[in-house]
C-alpha cells in the first residue's frame, strides 16, 4: 500500500461523520464540524493502519517527541492550525484584535490558519509527515481531546516547558487539569470547553421542566419528539450518567447495557431522530420539545428564542475540551507556548470568550468577561460555577479496538 495513499472509510466510518450545518454566523463554524466520530481516528490513525502503509509506527518515550531544532530566538513567527470562527475578529472582519495584540506585544508574528474541517481530515493531513518524522510546518495544533490523546500516545506531540507557561499553570481550571489521557497537562493545554447538556422548548413541553435522560427516554409525553446526539461519547456517556455508571471508568457490559436502554427508546418511537447540531431547527420550533444537545448551540439560539432552556441533570454531563498541541519536530515551539500562555491571561481570555461562547477554562475570567458582556458573564455555559463544574464528566480514552467496537454498535443503534 502506498503511504500516501488515504485509508477508504467503511460506510459505518463515513456515516458517523456526517454532520448538518447551520445558517448565518453559525455556518461552518466550530461546533457544526467538531463532532467528527473518533471511528475515522481509527482508521487514520492506528499503529496497525501505519504500519500497513510501509510507516513505520512512532514509538512514544516517557518524554514524549525531542524539541526539534527550536528556532524561535531568531524566527518571530508561529504556525497555528485552528477551526474556523474560533478565533476574535473585529466587527469589520479585516482583525483578529488578540492575535494583533500578542504580536505587538513580543513582536511574535502569527501565521493563522483555520485549515481544521474536522478531526479526522486533519490528523489525515498530518499523519504521514508524523509518521516519517517530519515537521508538518505548524507550530500549534487545535484538535478534540480524542484525538489529542491519540497525538500524545504515539508520541507526536513536544512536551511543553512550565517556565514559559506561568499563566497557563496558575490559571487552567480544575476541571481540565487531569485528564486521563494527558494528566497534568504535560503536553496540552485546553482551547475550550464543550458541556453536553439537556435542552428543551418550554412551550413545546407545556411549561414542564426536563431535567433527566430518563425523562427524555421514558416521558410519554414526549413521544416523539426527542432527540438524541449522533455522537457516540455524548449520547452514551449522559446516558451512563443518568443509570449510574461512570463515563470515566467503564466495561464493556456498561457500554452494552446503555446501548440497550437507548434502543428501548428508539423501539417505541419514543427518540424522533439522532442529530448533528441541525436539531437546532427543530428545537427553536417545538417540533423538537427536549434533546441532548451542545451548549454552544443554546447560548446562540436562546438570543433569538426566549422559549428555549437547558437544564444540567443532577446525575451529571458531559464536558469535552478542544485543546492545544505543539507537534513533534514544530521548529517554533518556545513561540508557541508563549501564545498558549497568553491566552490565559484573563483579559485575553475574556475577549476570546466573549466571540466563541464555549466554556472558558481559564480561571479569573469572570470579573473581565463582565466588563464585556455581564449577561455573558453570568452564563453557567460560558463559565461554569463550582457547582455545575463539580458535575462534569469526561469519557474515558478508549484504545482502537474498543473504539472500533463501541462505535459499530453505536452506529447499528442510530441506524447509520
Same mark, same amino acid.
Given at each position: ?55 513505520? @509506527? ?42 494583533? =495584540?500578542?504580536?505587538?506585544?513580543? %513582536? ?18 498530518? #499523519? ?20 489529542? =490523546?491519540?497525538?500524545?500516545?504515539? %508520541? ?5 516547558? +512550565?517556565?514559559?507557561? @506561568? ?22 493545554? =485546553?482551547?475550550? %470547553?464543550? +458541556?453536553?447538556?439537556? =435542552? ?22 414526549? *413521544? ?20 449510574? #455508571?461512570?463515563?470515566? /471508568? ?34 427553536? &420550533? ?20 426566549? /422559549? ?20 513533534? &519536530? ?10 498558549? /500562555? ?10 476570546? $470568550? ?6 472558558? +477554562? ?15 458573564? $453570568? ?29 459499530? &454498535?453505536?452506529? *447499528?443503534?442510530?441506524?447509520?
Amino acid at each position: 500500500m502506498d503511504s500516501h495513499e488515504p485509508e477508504r472509510l467503511s460506510p459505518v466510518q463515513i456515516a458517523a461523520m456526517r454532520r448538518s450545518l447551520t445558517n448565518g454566523r453559525g455556518s461552518l463554524t466550530r461546533r457544526s464540524l467538531l463532532r467528527a466520530s473518533g471511528m475515522g481516528a481509527v482508521a487514520l490513525g492506528g499503529l496497525g493502519a501505519l504500519s500497513a502503509c510501509g510507516i513505520p @509506527p512512532a514509538k512514544s518515550s516517557a518524554d514524549g517527541a525531542a524539541v526539534f531544532d527550536d528556532r524561535s530566538a531568531k524566527e518571530k513567527v508561529v504556525n497555528f492550525s485552528n477551526w474556523t470562527e474560533y478565533m476574535d475578529v473585529s466587527e469589520d472582519e479585516k482583525h483578529r484584535p488578540t492575535l494583533e =495584540a500578542f504580536t505587538e506585544r513580543t %513582536g511574535i508574528r502569527v501565521k493563522y490558519t483555520e485549515d481544521i474541517n474536522d478531526n479526522v481530515e486533519f490528523f489525515g493531513k498530518i #499523519k504521514p509527515q508524523l509518521a516519517a518524522g517530519q515537521n508538518t510546518g505548524r507550530d500549534l495544533i487545535c484538535v478534540t481531546d480524542w484525538l489529542a =490523546a491519540r497525538i500524545i500516545r504515539l %508520541g507526536w506531540a513536544q512536551k511543553l516547558d +512550565p517556565a514559559n507557561l @506561568p499563566h497557563a499553570f496558575a490559571n487552567l481550571s480544575a476541571q481540565f487539569r487531569t485528564p486521563d489521557w494527558d494528566p497534568g497537562r504535560s503536553y496540552s493545554y =485546553a482551547w475550550t %470547553g464543550i +458541556p453536553t447538556v439537556i =435542552a428543551y422548548n418550554v412551550k413545546a413541553t407545556g411549561g414542564r421542566k426536563i431535567d433527566s435522560v430518563t425523562q427524555l427516554l421514558d416521558d410519554p409525553k414526549l *413521544k416523539g419528539k426527542v432527540s438524541f446526539l449522533s455522537e457516540m461519547r455524548d449520547s452514551i456517556g449522559m446516558t451512563m450518567l443518568d443509570m449510574g #455508571k461512570d463515563p470515566g /471508568d467503564f466495561t464493556d457490559a456498561d457500554f452494552d447495557a446503555t446501548v440497550g436502554r437507548i434502543q428501548k427508546a428508539v423501539d417505541k418511537k419514543q427518540i424522533r431522530r439522532f442529530t448533528g447540531n441541525d436539531y437546532t431547527a427543530d428545537l427553536s &420550533k417545538g417540533d423538537i420539545a427536549a434533546c441532548i444537545a451542545w451548549a454552544g448551540d443554546i447560548i446562540q439560539l436562546q438570543a433569538d428564542n426566549p /422559549d428555549i432552556r437547558f437544564s444540567i441533570p443532577s446525575a451529571g454531563y458531559i464536558t469535552s475540551s478542544d485543546n492545544l498541541l505543539v507537534p513533534a &519536530k514544530a521548529t517554533h515551539k518556545a513561540n508557541a507556548e508563549k501564545l498558549i /500562555d497568553y491566552y490565559y491571561e484573563p483579559p485575553v481570555a475574556a475577549q476570546l $470568550a466573549a466571540y466563541i461562547n464555549y466554556v472558558c +477554562p481559564v480561571d479569573g475570567v469572570r470579573e473581565e468577561l463582565a466588563k464585556i458582556d455581564p449577561a455573558m458573564a $453570568a452564563n453557567t455555559l460560558i463559565l461554569p460555577d463550582k457547582e455545575m463544574a463539580s458535575r462534569s464528566h469526561a469519557f474515558r480514552s478508549l484504545s482502537s479496538e474498543e473504539e472500533t467496537a463501541y462505535e459499530e &454498535k453505536f452506529a *447499528k443503534l442510530i441506524g447509520a
